[in-house]
């Protein structure tokens, strides 16, 4: 059985829970892992990626590079993924 403390589970989180979020698109200026690790430290809590622009392959390098970001920063982050929806003109 796996000896699992509390202290462990809560390590990197903030005492006090803040109940503002903040809300960061991501895009080819903020897509480096020290940007990301810099977002994070600054209190980015949740990562859009703008499914509008760019292929889903460059979406999928910048959502590996926000994991990495977490893991070196041990800090959580929400992805939010913003779809192309239909167009009204």
Same mark, same amino acid.
């Given at each position: 059985m796996a000896n699992? =403390?509390?202290d462990d589970i809560l390590a990197g989180t903030p005492a006090v829970q803040c109940k503002t979020?903040?809300?960061c698109t991501l895009g080819p200026k903020s897509a480096e892992l020290c940007?990301? $690790?810099d /977002?994070? !430290?600054a209190g980015m809590s949740v990562a !859009?990626?703008?499914?509008? +622009?760019?292929?889903h $392959?460059? +979406? =999928?390098? #910048?959502?590996? #590079?926000? !994991?990495q970001a977490m893991l070196n920063t041990r800090l959580m982050c929400a992805v939010l /993924?913003?779809?192309k929806g239909p167009e009204i003109r």
């Open positions: 699992i =403390q509390v979020k903040i809300v940007i990301m $690790e /977002l994070l !430290r !859009r990626f703008n499914f509008s +622009h760019g292929s $392959e460059y +979406h =999928q390098g #910048t959502l590996n #590079t926000l !994991r /993924l913003d779809t």
